[in-house]
């Protein structure tokens, strides 16, 4: 399969500091997700983006999450304003079919 | 809401063995459901899928049953190699395929 690079692989942020985590996948991709995994536990949906829209977001993904498209190749999650439980693993998903998702080598945030 | 849980977090197997990994949904209407792997420091890797209007689906040593009637999901692994040691998650979605649920995850230990 097609390989999505994430980046940063490792952010660490200050507490109420804002964050871009951005996922690039090598080629146009249909389909869009983020997930986040905090340490040890299971892997949580924040949201799906489709047709540079958000098709379906989690109670998770409140107003300090937002998802964009800027360029066509760059998928990114910014956060606005860091908070400690937000430190985890962050996953960008893609697929070129609905049913279909892989998923990039992740974030590691650390919010101190 | 939805949940999808792992009856149990840890399963050691002989190399060798076969390995079965389970999973209990409760959303009578997921349609679509994923088995991943997850090495440790790695993004889940999609293992195999199934639509609800299967029973069984078998791939390369692993076999996906579907219990709908008491919403339970299994993953068979043949002949275990070390090589499968990692966590596995079970994942549901619905029709629409916008968002996806993760169950809590089994880590299988294969031991040589």
């Known amino acids: 399969e097609p390989e999505v690079t994430q980046t940063p692989s490792h952010q660490v942020t200050q507490m109420g500091q804002e964050v871009i985590l951005r996922c690039v996948p090598i080629?146009?991709?249909?389909?869009f997700y983020w997930y986040r995994q905090i340490l040890g536990q299971k892997v949580e949906f924040l949201v799906s983006f489709y047709n540079n829209e958000i098709s379906e977001k989690s109670e998770i993904f409140d107003d300090q999450f937002s998802v964009e498209r800027p360029d066509g190749s760059n998928f990114t999650l910014k956060i606005r304003s860091t908070k400690l439980e937000d430190s985890a693993m962050y996953f960008c998903a893609w697929g070129d079919r609905a049913d279909e998702q892989y998923f990039g080598p992740g974030t590691r945030l650390t919010v101190t | 809401g939805e949940s999808v849980g792992l009856h149990l977090p840890t399963l050691s197997v002989q190399e060798g063995d076969n390995s079965i990994i389970n999973c209990a949904y409760s959303n009578s209407a997921s349609d679509y459901f994923i088995w991943y792997k997850q090495e440790s420091g790695k993004g889940p890797q999609f293992i195999i899928d199934?639509?609800?209007?299967?029973d069984k689906r078998q791939g390369q040593r692993v076999t996906v049953l579907l219990n709908k009637t008491v919403k339970h999901l299994s993953l068979q692994i043949a002949a275990t190699q070390p090589g499968d040691s990692a966590v596995y998650f079970c994942?549901?979605?619905?029709?629409?395929?916008?968002?996806?649920?993760f169950g809590s995850g089994t880590k299988l230990n294969v031991k040589p």
């Open positions: 199934i639509r609800s209007n299967m």
């Open positions: 080629s146009n991709h249909l389909y």
């Open positions: 994942a549901e979605t619905d029709d629409n395929f916008n968002k996806f649920y």
